[in-house]
């Protein structure tokens, strides 16, 4: 009888164990199929985002939000991520306030917490720079389409490609303009180079002293200021007493329309007053200085009269027409619309959410058509650094109110009004 028992025990171990053993093999097919059908039947496709959305540049993070929402809005409209099944994108948002320590830890959180599949940069240099270091230690893609810090792409990370032009090379394109329009009874001769001290600042800074040396330029004033700085009045005066020919400027929103303020309650004149986007473009700098904005310079990544393809007064226009404030792409928006569009095609080539394989399709962009075409350069490629290549900037004028194209003469709306009327002759 035990030994009856044993051997119906032992047969019994030996059917278990067979059984286990095909369940094993089918639960490791099924697991592989399930595999590739959760890459495939995914759902919705994580993104993440890290802006200044408190603090003193909450205005700048909530208008480059609103261009990447209608972006993932018209992607999702139009199908989704279609080599995934039609997964829509999600954008998850975190809140660098301005601090690139904060920025790192947003980063973290948002890959490691969140499980973003890719990041996209966090439009302060200095926060994008701290977060890209995140994401390669956790090789995960992070394309950059407003951090112009040089650099961000010069450290030989993988996973950092970038849309916009390096900073010193916005300097070059400021020098060159000047240089064009340096002539007879307006010549520029001194120049006078204030910035926020900040990472972006000091490249741009760097590459003014560079080009304005070889163009023959002197330099009478290079001042840096911080952000909190609340009493510009020391610097307008060293600059009145130093009567500079041109003043390059790099400065966030705040910073922007207290010196414009100031240039005009000063009767600062000078042959142009040159700005280099940031806050000199957000929508809320005209808004706070109207009619003292007329003239100003500003070079800039992206203007909304650009003429290369008829998607770019199209997309403005569908743009304002999704915002209740009725607002234009600036240039950091329209980058970041288009840097949305550049993120989903490369998941849609790369056909998964594995972040290898969408750093690998990032590195092998080829885009000459679609939405993201209303950057003013084409094709959209990257460098082996992830540097965009031969990436196109543009001068605009405050000219009646509006942001009007005027250098290089290939593609300006209208001719530029140089030198700048003195505030004496001005209505």
């Known amino acids: 009888m035990n030994i009856k028992f044993k051997r119906l025990i032992s047969v019994l171990f030996i059917l278990v164990l067979i059984s286990s053993l095909i369940s094993g093999c089918s639960s490791s097919q099924d697991s592989g199929e399930g595999d590739k059908q959760s890459t495939k039947g995914t759902d919705t496709i994580k993104v993440g985002i890290v802006l200044p959305l408190s603090g003193p540049l909450s205005a700048i993070g909530e208008n480059l939000k609103m261009a990447h929402n209608f972006a993932v809005k018209e992607i999702n409209e139009s199908g989704g991520i279609k080599s995934l099944g039609g997964a829509k994108l999600e954008l998850i948002y975190g809140d660098s306030q301005g601090d690139p320590k904060i920025a790192a830890t947003e980063t973290e959180r948002l890959i490691m917490q969140k499980g973003v599949v890719a990041m996209m940069d966090a439009f302060q240099s200095s926060c994008t720079y701290t977060g890209s270091e995140v994401a390669e230690r956790y090789e995960t893609p992070y394309l950059c389409p407003s951090s112009s810090m040089d650099e961000i792409t010069e450290r030989g990370f993988k996973y950092t490609f970038r849309l916009i032009r390096p900073a010193s090379l916005w300097a070059q394109e400021q020098i060159r303009f000047l240089s064009e329009m340096s002539s007879g009874d307006n010549k520029v001769k001194r120049i006078a180079l204030v910035y926020e001290n900040t990472d972006q600042g000091q490249s741009t800074a760097k590459g003014w002293k560079k080009f304005a040396s070889e163009a023959g330029f002197e330099v009478v004033l290079d001042e840096a200021y911080s952000r909190e700085t609340a009493d510009f009045m020391p610097l307008i005066t060293k600059i009145k007493n130093l009567k500079p020919d041109a003043i390059l400027m790099v400065s966030y929103i705040s910073d922007a329309i207290q010196l414009q303020k100031l240039f005009k309650e000063n009767e600062l004149n000078a042959l142009a007053y040159v700005g280099s986007s940031s806050g000199h473009s957000d929508p809320s700098f005209v808004r706070e200085v109207g009619d003292l904005a007329e003239y100003l310079f500003d070079l800039t990544e992206w203007a909304s009269d650009l003429s290369h393809t008829p998607l770019v007064q199209e997309k403005n226009e569908a743009y304002k027409k999704s915002n209740s404030d009725h607002r234009e792409f600036n240039g950091a928006a329209a ?93």
């Open 335 to 427: 980058y970041r619309y288009a840097g949305t569009y550049v993120l989903a095609d490369a998941i849609e080539r790369a056909g998964s959410t594995d972040r290898k394989a969408i750093r690998e399709a990032l590195a092998n962009t080829h885009i000459t058509e679609g939405p993201a075409t209303i950057l003013p350069y084409s094709p959209i490629e990257f460098d082996e650094k992830g540097q965009a290549k031969d990436t196109v900037m543009v001068m605009v004028q405050y000219l009646n109110g509006k942001r009007t194209t005027i250098w290089p003469e290939s593609v300006a709306s209208e001719k530029p009004v140089f030198p700048m009327p003195k505030w004496s002759e001005r209505k």
